[in-house]
T-cell receptor, first 115, second 112 residues
Framework: GAVVSQHPSRVICKSGTSVKIECRSL??????MFWYRQFPKKSLMLMAT?????????EQGVEKDKFLINHASLTLSTLTVTSAHPEDSSFYIC???????????FGPGTRLTVT | EDQVTQSPEALRLQEGESSSLNCSYT??????LFWYRQDPGKGPEFLFT???AGEEKEKERLKATLTKKESFLHITAPKPEDSATYLC?????????????FGTGTRLLVSP
């Protein structure tokens, strides 16, 4: 149980274009979903927290206009990287938690490369 | 500010050689401490949650313990398939959205 999927697993896009990453909880309803970014050999950096039907809460230093997050349903959250630049290249991971529980269950991650 | 420090940064063991990973933390009221395993190019896999000092949890060759200042992940007779990065994270009681603060992890390599 508690399976989270992400799509796509890898994406390459050109500088200036936008790319959307989907995060789905497959066997549970996720009241809260989280988006992280991870640099090579570094730990996870929380970007934003989203609750279904509400605006996302962004961490300090994360540009909300660049990283658009939508949590339209209890099983789907999307992260759109707008006007991507090479410095946005990274490993993006989402996680989800069940109502009443504190654990977060992570997706497999999306490797974004901006050329 | 909540903080998590993991040591060692990297650990190389021979198969069967038991050892422990350390996670030291400072948090304004601990709600829970979490251990995850992360394989290269994958998302973290949930292992354990510990809530209070003195608590222990076990899963196969892994055992996690918790004190008021640190947690240990004991690995007994490890196998090569235990090679991974082990991440520790804390959640403060005053966080409204179950926010986790992660350490930088311990990269474990178990040689046959």
């Amino acid at each position: 149980g508690a399976v989270v999927s992400q799509h796509p697993s890898r994406v390459i896009c050109k500088s200036g274009t936008s790319v959307k990453i989907e995060c789905r909880s497959l066997d549970f309803q996720a009241t809260t979903m989280f988006w992280y970014r991870q640099f090579p050999k570094k730990s996870l950096m929380l970007m934003a927290t989203s609750n279904e039907g509400s605006k996302a809460t962004y961490e300090q230093g994360v540009e909300k206009d660049k990283f658009l997050i939508n949590h339209a349903s209890l099983t789907l959250s999307t992260l759109t990287v707008t006007s991507a630049h090479p410095e946005d290249s990274s490993f993006y991971i989402c996680s989800a938690s069940l109502a009443g529980y504190y654990e977060q269950y992570f997706g497999p991650g999306t490797r974004l490369t901006v050329t | 500010e909540d903080q998590v420090t993991q040591s060692p940064e990297a650990l190389r063991l021979q198969e069967g050689e038991s050892s422990s990973l350390n996670c030291s933390y400072t948090v304004s009221g601990l709600r829970g401490l979490f251990w995850y395993r992360q394989d290269p190019g994958k998302g973290p896999e949930f292992l354990f949650t510990l809530y209070s000092a003195g608590e222990e949890k076990e899963k196969e060759r892994l055992k996690a313990t918790l004190t008021k200042k640190e947690s240990f992940l004991h690995i007994t007779a490890p196998k090569p398939e235990d090679s991974a990065t082990y991440l520790c994270a804390v959640q403060a009681r005053n966080t409204g959205f179950q926010k986790l603060v992660f350490g930088t992890g311990t990269r474990l390599l178990v040689s046959p």
